[in-house]
Structure formats: structure tokens, C-alpha cells
């Protein structure tokens, strides 16, 4: 499974911006969690925002209401609007098997996703 992001790009604090994420294949299993994750400089990795494969869509603290997650067959897309400095980084398409949340709620971590984009940047200046 290869993943391919586009749409990053330097916006100003307010603007909105779309990012898409390109799946080459789908995870093998019936089962899979698509998802993004963002990670500045010097800072930890962050999940913005998971969908499973029965359309369920879940968001990290970062995601404050503002921030969609989509799936349309292959592409997964991330909707962001009123965007902030805070936003700033580099945001990472994940993919993986299984699904986003186990059976106690907890979210599958960043390093438990086995398939990876190369990551797009986006800057809010």
C-alpha cells in the first residue's frame, strides 16, 4: 500500500485548505483505519483525525470542530478550515489494518500504523 499526499501549501490564519491523500491500494484486511497525523518541529507527533473502514470518523484534540475527514474509494481527504499558526507542520496519510480504536477506546497510536505518505506541509503563517 503507497500513499501520496498533495495540497499542503503557506496559507495565512483564518484561510482553509483541503488536503488529499491518494491510496495505491487499499489495507488487506476487511478491517482498516485511514488516517492523518501532523507533527511540527520539535514537537510530537499528533493524530488529527481517523476513519474506519464502516465510515466512522473520529478527531484528535487538534482537530477542534474544525477539521473533516473523507473517504471516497481510494483518496482519503482532510478538510481544514479556520486555520491557525498552531496548525503549522508537516501531516502525514496513514493506513493500516484493523481498526482506528480498540475495545477499550483507546486509539490506534502513530507507530502501530504500518503504511505511510511521505507528508505534505502546511504553513499558517
Do not use: H
Not at 487499499?26 to 483505519?33: A, H, I, K, M, T
Not at 484534540?61 to 498552531?86: C, G, P
Not at 489494518?97 to 502513530?110: E, F, Q, V
Amino acid at each position: 500500500v503507497q500513499l501520496v499526499e498533495s495540497g499542503g501549501g503557506s496559507v495565512q490564519a483564518g484561510s482553509s485548505l483541503t488536503l488529499s491523500c491518494e491510496l495505491s491500494a487499499l489495507p488487506p484486511s476487511r478491517q482498516f483505519c485511514l488516517g492523518w497525523f501532523r507533527q511540527a518541529p520539535g514537537k510530537e507527533r499528533e493524530r488529527v483525525a481517523t476513519i474506519d473502514s464502516s465510515g466512522t470518523s473520529r478527531y484528535g484534540d487538534v482537530a477542534k470542530d474544525r477539521f473533516t475527514i473523507r473517504r471516497q474509494s481510494r483518496t482519503l481527504s482532510l478538510q481544514m478550515s479556520n486555520l491557525e499558526a498552531e496548525d503549522t507542520g508537516m501531516y502525514y496519510c496513514v493506513a493500516d489494518s484493523g481498526w482506528c480504536y480498540d475495545t477499550m477506546w483507546r486509539p490506534k497510536l502513530s507507530a502501530d500504523f504500518d503504511y505511510w505518505g511521505q507528508g505534505t506541509q502546511v504553513t499558517v503563517s
